[in-house]
């Protein structure tokens, strides 16, 4: 699986944006992009995954570029409850594939 | 219940004791995956089943480390004769199915301290 590179922390004020990069410049074609989540002391938590298009769902939306070397999640109104750990793991489709998690980028929302 | 659950919730071993710690899937899943974590990083792969077969066990650290799921349900990884490196908290996930989808649904995993 691809690796990828996300910024180690980032911080956000309550009620904005948050912006989580990532990238992924040696994706392959049959590669997915997912995120997780982890909230202190408890599991990963599913967030949302893409293959070309960008995705929303209920909890955030994924920007892939064109040339997929790259995305971006975004987590429209941030609350206090968004401040994890955010994971972007790339994975093959169609497989049995474990998620290779790095070591994420910690996500600190703040009053 | 409707999530994935993990028990003991917290294990205090001595070192060169053996732990079993338990895993009960979301029913009906028939992939479940074990990952380690140690402080401050990343969930690492160690092993996945698909219903009681196991098909990948390359993340095994050791031979001290064996899983097992006899009846595609319930998991159990034990450690034999437990090393301080091998404290961590030890996740469990399972999924509907291997395929593309990808949403693995963890437990909130056994914090294993190893003195």
């Known amino acids: 699986d691809a690796k990828t590179t996300q910024p180690p922390s980032m911080d956000c004020a309550e009620g904005r944006a948050a912006n989580l990069p990532c990238n992924h410049s040696?994706?392959?074609?049959?590669?997915?992009v997912y995120w997780y989540r982890q909230i202190h002391s408890q599991g990963p938590q599913y967030i949302i995954h893409?293959?070309?298009n960008n995705e929303t769902n209920e909890m955030a939306s994924l920007i892939i570029t064109e040339d997929r070397k790259s995305s971006t999640l975004i987590l429209p109104h941030a609350t206090l409850r968004d401040t994890a750990v955010y994971y972007c793991?790339?994975?093959?489709?169609?497989?049995?594939?474990?998620?290779?998690f790095g070591t994420g980028t910690r996500l600190q929302v703040t009053l | 219940g409707a999530g994935v659950s993990q028990s003991p919730r917290y294990k205090v071993a001595k070192r060169g004791q053996d732990v079993a710690l338990r895993c009960d899937p979301i029913?009906?899943?028939?992939?479940l995956f074990w990952y380690q974590q140690a402080l401050g990083q990343g969930p690492e792969f160690l092993t996945y089943?698909?219903?009681?077969?196991?098909?990948?066990k390359s993340g095994l650290p050791s031979d001290r480390f064996f899983a097992e799921r006899p009846e595609g349900s319930v998991s159990t990884l034990k450690i034999q004769r437990t090393q301080q490196e091998d404290s961590a908290v030890y996740l469990c996930?399972?999924?509907?199915?291997?395929?593309?989808?990808?949403?693995?649904?963890f437990g909130e995993g056994s914090r294993l301290t190893v003195l």
């Open positions: 996930a399972s999924s509907f199915t291997s395929g593309r989808t990808g949403e693995l649904f």
């Open positions: 040696t994706i392959s074609g049959n590669e997915y």
């Open positions: 893409g293959l070309k």
């Open positions: 793991i790339v994975r093959v489709a169609g497989t049995a594939s474990k998620l290779t």
């Open positions: 029913s009906g899943h028939v992939s």
């Open positions: 089943f698909q219903n009681e077969a196991q098909l990948d």
